[in-house]
């Protein structure tokens, strides 16, 4: 499997038109394919159970470097998995490569899902990812949530993880004075996802910080916490 084969492939699930309609929605300047993310998806799990770790790190790395959008999701989509042996340090270094790049939603998504599994595989990376709380770049700010997103889910996390759930807060709540409505957008998805397993975090947390958070975000980090 090389790139180009990749790339072919790709460009066979095509569908007519849907290369502008993706241009026009996601209003990022780079190529577009006009390929359905279940098609790619299902691409990717083909690739993923044919090509050894070595060829999926240089393959993830080529489609990455494409800028074509469908590429990148399929970059990410092939080392978005639970467990790589026999050691995930390269994908991790190749994914935390990919974040200065990141200037959509979409594909900082992506990639983010493969790296929640590197975090949660090593929590030792969050040493990493806080660095990136304080980056000029909005999008690395905004990963640094994102990525984070599995310590949310925990309805009775151990010691470790309450540690690192308070000190991904932290994190928050050094963001809730960012105006930027992806930011605001950000803290708000984490609490929302916290609100479901620990309510008395997330009401904490609100009742802190929430006058210092944007209307839509604040209504949104208590969705779903019982009346």
């Known amino acids: 499997m090389t790139l180009e084969d990749a790339l072919e492939q790709l460009r066979g699930k095509a569908e007519p038109g849907r290369a502008e309609e993706m241009a026009a929605y996601h209003k990022i300047d780079r190529p577009y394919l006009g390929v359905a993310n279940p098609d790619t998806d299902a691409l990717v ?4 159970q044919t090509l050894d770790l070595e060829t999926r790190l240089a393959l993830a ?3 990455w470097r494409t800028n074509i959008f469908e590429a990148r999701v399929a970059a990410a989509k092939l080392l978005t998995q639970a467990r790589i042996k026999p050691s995930d340090a390269e994908a991790w270094q190749l994914i935390q490569s990919w974040v200065p790049d990141f200037d959509s939603w979409a594909i900082a998504d992506h990639a983010c899902m493969a790296g929640q599994r590197r975090l949660m595989a090593d929590p030792s990376r969050l040493d990493t990812v806080e660095g990136w709380t304080t980056s ?4 690395t700010r905004r990963a640094a949530l994102v990525i984070t997103l599995p310590w949310t889910k925990q309805n009775h996390p151990s010691p470790d993880e309450e540690t690192a759930r308070d000190r ?4 928050a709540a050094g963001y809730v004075s960012d105006p930027d ?35 839509f975000a604040r209504k949104e980090a208590a969705r779903h916490l019982p009346a």
């Open 45 to 48: 799990r083909a690739w993923r």
């Open 61 to 63: 790395d080529g489609l």
């Open 136 to 139: 000029d770049h909005m999008w």
């Open 168 to 171: 991904i807060l932290g994190w």
């Open 181 to 215: 409505w992806f930011i605001q957008k950000a803290v708000a998805w984490w609490l929302r996802d916290l609100s479901k397993h620990d309510p008395e975090r997330t009401r904490a947390f609100l009742a802190d910080h929430g006058s210092m958070m944007k209307a």
